[in-house]
């Protein structure tokens, strides 16, 4: 996804968490509240890391904020 478009949800007000190993973005995961339910927007985990839970991680902890 370029850039711009994280830029343009940013500005629409949508959230961002990420997952850090050492220091590293490894998943990212955007989200916009729309009513009363939440939208995912984008979510992403780098390939090297993917198979590690860490999608479902921060899926979880987006449910539990």
Known sequence: MPLEALEEEFDAGALFYG??????LVGLVSISQRDEAL???????????QG??????????????
């Open 39 to 49: 939208k995912i927007n984008d979510m992403a985990v780098l390939p090297e890391y």
């Open 19 to 24: 997952f850090f190993m050492e220091d590293e």
């Open 52 to 65: 590690r839970g860490i999608g479902g991680a921060l899926l979880n902890f987006v449910k539990e904020t």
